[in-house]
Nanobody
């Protein structure tokens, strides 16, 4: 099993920035893919970005150019840097990892409001 703990959510103004962190209970080298998803109440969960153990990154079109997913091997942490935030980025952001199955964190709330 893999436990995932997210942090870094909060309130930001439009155009502002936030950085989310995800710390897994296993070394990130052992996790082939880690992803960030987001969900708004009443809507389906939306994939935001992913990073492989080799460092390859991919992004949803809605966040490309604004969000950056990265990993710090020494800190065993995956980050989601969110810049130029928009109202529609408001959601609960969850970390996801594959390790002989799919595992999820509890999520962290991101609210973009003026």
């Amino acid at each position: 099993q893999v436990q995932l703990v997210e942090s870094g959510g909060g309130l930001a103004q439009p155009g502002g920035s936030l950085r989310l962190s995800c710390v897994p209970s296993r070394t990130i080298f052992s996790l082939p893919v880690m992803n960030w998803y987001r969900q708004v109440p009443g809507k389906e969960r939306e994939w935001v970005a992913g990073i492989t153990s080799g460092g390859t990154t991919t992004y949803a079109d809605s966040v490309k150019g604004r969000f950056t997913i990265s990993r710090d091997n020494a800190k065993n942490t995956v980050f989601l840097q969110m810049n130029n935030l928009k109202f529609e980025d408001t959601a609960v952001y969850s970390c996801n990892a594959f390790y002989y199955g799919s595992y999820w964190g509890r999520g962290t709330q991101v609210t973009v409001s003026s």
